[in-house]
């Protein structure tokens, strides 16, 4: 286990999740995809950059063949969203008639979510579902958003390791922390 308490800039946080309860958290989300998609040859859509942890030790466990591609949207600066969504890289295999898995880190207000999920649906794949590692279902505003993997649901706070930044800080914890102040 790591530090008790980090500091990342002008921020501290202090262990929230050790690494144990992550990896049960993505074991239980493996089992989830072996069971639905073994078959399938599935396209798994990661969502950069937070996702990749999560993602290299999901698919790491999937013993069956699958496709994996890329995207990269942004609507967060610094430790907050700033409610506007760009594309930085888009998918570049095509997603017709293919079961499509998009894997991201975290859902909180799930407008990324559902900007990403409109946006692969117009290329009629023949399922399309969302695998997040962690919810905030206390934040989610998008009605109907239907996330059907996840690894875990958390409280509205903000986080770091695991994949999880601070404006590009923190991301290589292999435990996640939380804010204890926001000055």
Not at 78 to 83: L, M
Not at 103 to 111: K, L, N, P, Q, R
Not at 116 to 124: G, I, P, V, Y
Request: glycine share 6%; aromatic share 10%.
């Amino acid at each position: 286990m790591g530090d008790k308490i980090i500091k990342l800039k002008d921020k501290t946080f202090v262990l929230s999740i050790p690494e144990a309860r992550i990896l049960e958290a993505v074991d239980k989300v493996a089992v989830a995809l072996t069971r639905d998609y073994s078959d399938k040859n599935p396209v798994f859509v990661i969502v950069l950059n937070g996702a990749f942890v999560f993602a290299a030790d999901l698919l790491r466990q999937l013993h069956f063949d699958y496709e994996i591609d890329f995207t990269k949207v942004s609507s967060y600066c610094g430790d907050s969203s700033t409610g506007c969504i760009t594309d930085q890289l888009s998918v570049t295999t095509s997603l017709e008639g293919r079961h499509v898995v998009i894997i991201e880190d975290m859902v909180d207000s799930g407008f990324t979510m559902k900007y990403l999920k409109e946006k692969m649906a117009n290329e009629n794949p023949a399922s399309l579902e969302i695998c997040v590692f962690a919810i905030k279902p206390g934040k989610v505003a998008v009605p109907d958003l239907n996330v059907k993997y996840v690894g875990m649901e958390m409280e509205d706070a903000f986080i770091v390791g695991y994949g999880f930044d601070y404006d590009g800080a923190g991301r290589s914890y292999r435990d996640i922390y939380e804010i204890i102040n926001n000055a």
